[in-house]
């Protein structure tokens, strides 16, 4: 199975924008992020596919997150803008070996997660 290993998360200060990454032990087909908060159910914020080549983002995050792919090292980056209070939340990265979608049984393999905890 593939290994996902998620950094950049911590105790962030409100408005600051942290560069979250995800590399993983091999080329996947698909890479997305999602996130839960403290008492709620995890979401999808978005996705970069490579066959064919796409980027995907979720309209209720579009515009505060910008994800990138370095398809050579295997790494997805997730970029939040500017972050509030509400953007507190365990950022979790995810791969697809077959399909890419927002849909959480589409994926394969999860990594551990991230927390990022935003002080305002």
């Known amino acids: 199975q593939v290994r996902l290993v998620e950094s950049g998360g911590g105790l962030i200060q409100s408005g600051q924008s942290p560069l979250l990454s995800c590399v993983a032990s091999?080329?996947?087909?698909?890479m997305a992020w999602f996130r839960q908060a403290p008492g709620s159910e995890r979401k999808f914020l978005g996705l970069r596919n490579l066959r064919p080549d796409g980027l995907y983002y979720a309209a209720a995050v579009e515009g505060q997150i910008t994800i990138s792919r370095d398809v050579a090292n295997n790494t997805l980056y997730l970029q939040l803008k500017s972050v509030k209070f509400e953007d507190t939340a365990t950022y979790y990265c995810?791969?697809?070996?077959?399909?890419?979608?927002?849909?959480?049984?589409?994926?394969?393999?999860w990594g551990q997660g991230t927390q990022v905890i935003v002080s305002s």
């Open positions: 091999v080329r996947t087909f698909c």
């Open positions: 995810a791969s697809a070996t077959n399909y890419c979608s927002a849909d959480e049984g589409t994926y394969d393999n």
